[in-house]
C-alpha cells in the first residue's frame, strides 16, 4: 500500500512507538516525582494540620482530573500533531499559539526539567558528597535587576550534577523514543518498587509510625483567617506543581 493511499500515513503526524504501558509508566512516572518528595514536607508546614494537608492533595487532585479530562476531549476533537499549540492555534490564531510554542520551550519546559534535575542532584548530595567550588569562589555572586542576586559557583557540585542529568536524558531521547521509553519504565518500576518497600517497612517496623500522626496537628503550625486561607493557596501550588504531569500527559504524547 503506497503512502498517499493510506490516510493515517498520509497526514502529518507522529508515530506511535511507546504503547500502552510505556504511556501509563509515562504519567505514573511524572507524578511520583520529585513534587512530591520535595513539597509535602514544605506543604506540611504552611498548614499545619495533616488533615487540611490530605484535603489539599485531594482538591488538586480533583483540579488536574478536570483539566486531564478536558484536554483529552480537545486532543479527540482535534487530533493532531502539536498538543496545546492546536487547541490555541483553533482558539485564539497562530499568533498566540505561537507564542505559547516559545514560552514552552524556553521557560515552561525548560523551567521544569532544570528543576527536576535539580532537586534530584540535591537529594543525591545526601548519599554521595559532591565536589564543591572554594568558599570564596562560591561566595562571587551579581546582581540582576528585578531578579536579584546570582551566584554561579554556589553549590556548584549539585549545579553539575543537574546538568550532566540533563545532558544524559538528551542523549537518551536521541537515540530514540522506545529507548527512551524503555528507560522510563525501567525507573519507574524501580520508583514504584521502592516507595512500596519503604511502605511496607514503614507497617511492619515497631515504632516507626504512628497512625494518630494523621490526625495531630502541629503544636507550633496554626495559621488562622486570612493566614489560614494564604497557607491553604500556597500548598496548593506545592500540590498542582506535583500533579501537573496527569493534564500535561494528554497534551505532549501526540
Same mark, same amino acid.
Do not use: C
Given at each position: 500500500?503506497?503512502?498517499?493511499?493510506?490516510?493515517?500515513?498520509?497526514?502529518?503526524?507522529?508515530?506511535?512507538?511507546?504503547?500502552?504501558?510505556?504511556?501509563?509508566?509515562?504519567?505514573?512516572?511524572?507524578?511520583?516525582?520529585?513534587?512530591?518528595?520535595?513539597?509535602?514536607?514544605?506543604?506540611?508546614?504552611?498548614?499545619?494540620?495533616?488533615?487540611?494537608? %490530605? #484535603? @489539599?492533595?485531594?482538591? *488538586?487532585?480533583? $483540579?488536574? &482530573? =478536570?483539566? /486531564?479530562?478536558? +484536554?483529552?476531549?480537545? !486532543?479527540?476533537?482535534?487530533?493532531?500533531?502539536?498538543?496545546?499549540?492546536?487547541?490555541?492555534?483553533?482558539?485564539?490564531?497562530?499568533?498566540?499559539?505561537?507564542?505559547?510554542?516559545?514560552?514552552?520551550?524556553?521557560?515552561?519546559?525548560?523551567?521544569?526539567?532544570?528543576?527536576?534535575?535539580?532537586?534530584?542532584?540535591?537529594?543525591?548530595?545526601?548519599?554521595?558528597?559532591?565536589?564543591?567550588?572554594?568558599?570564596?569562589?562560591?561566595?562571587?555572586?551579581?546582581?540582576?535587576?528585578?531578579?536579584?542576586?546570582?551566584?554561579?559557583?554556589?553549590? %556548584? #557540585? @549539585?549545579?553539575?550534577? *543537574?546538568?550532566? $542529568?540533563? &545532558? =544524559?536524558? /538528551?542523549?537518551? +531521547?536521541?537515540?530514540? !523514543?522506545?529507548?527512551?521509553?524503555?528507560?522510563?519504565?525501567?525507573?519507574?518500576?524501580?520508583?514504584?518498587?521502592?516507595?512500596?518497600?519503604?511502605?511496607?517497612?514503614?507497617?511492619?517496623?515497631?515504632?516507626?509510625?504512628?497512625?494518630?500522626?494523621?490526625?495531630?496537628?502541629?503544636?507550633?503550625?496554626?495559621?488562622?483567617?486570612?493566614?489560614?486561607?494564604?497557607?491553604?493557596?500556597?500548598?496548593?501550588?506545592?500540590?498542582?506543581?506535583?500533579?501537573?504531569?496527569?493534564?500535561?500527559?494528554?497534551?505532549?504524547?501526540?
Amino acid at each position: 500500500m503506497s503512502e498517499t493511499s493510506n490516510p493515517r500515513l498520509s497526514r502529518s503526524s507522529l508515530i506511535p512507538t511507546l504503547g500502552l504501558f510505556s504511556a501509563i509508566m509515562l504519567v505514573v512516572g511524572g507524578v511520583i516525582g520529585s513534587g512530591i518528595f520535595r513539597k509535602a514536607g514544605v506543604m506540611a508546614g504552611q498548614v499545619g494540620s495533616p488533615k487540611v494537608l %490530605l #484535603g @489539599v492533595w485531594v482538591v *488538586a487532585g480533583i $483540579v488536574s &482530573l =478536570l483539566g /486531564t479530562l478536558s +484536554n483529552a476531549e480537545l !486532543a479527540a476533537m482535534m487530533p493532531q500533531t502539536g498538543g496545546q499549540y492546536v487547541f490555541l492555534r483553533r482558539a485564539y490564531g497562530p499568533f498566540f499559539a505561537f507564542l505559547y510554542g516559545w514560552a514552552l520551550f524556553a521557560v515552561i519546559q525548560s523551567g521544569s526539567i532544570a528543576a527536576l534535575a535539580y532537586v534530584f542532584a540535591e537529594y543525591t548530595t545526601q548519599i554521595v558528597k559532591l565536589p564543591e567550588a572554594s568558599a570564596s569562589l562560591a561566595a562571587f555572586a551579581f546582581h540582576l535587576p528585578l531578579i536579584g542576586d546570582i551566584a554561579l559557583f554556589k553549590d %556548584l #557540585g @549539585v549545579k553539575g550534577l *543537574a546538568a550532566a $542529568v540533563i &545532558l =544524559l536524558l /538528551t542523549v537518551v +531521547n536521541f537515540v530514540g !523514543a522506545r529507548f527512551g521509553g524503555v528507560v522510563q519504565n525501567v525507573f519507574s518500576i524501580a520508583k514504584m518498587a521502592a516507595m512500596l518497600g519503604l511502605a511496607l517497612i514503614g507497617l511492619r517496623t515497631p515504632g516507626v509510625g504512628d497512625f494518630a500522626n494523621l490526625t495531630r496537628n502541629s503544636s507550633v503550625i496554626h495559621p488562622t483567617g486570612l493566614m489560614w486561607w494564604a497557607a491553604i493557596a500556597a500548598a496548593l501550588q506545592g500540590a498542582f506543581w506535583a500533579l501537573w504531569w496527569l493534564a500535561q500527559y494528554h497534551l505532549h504524547r501526540r
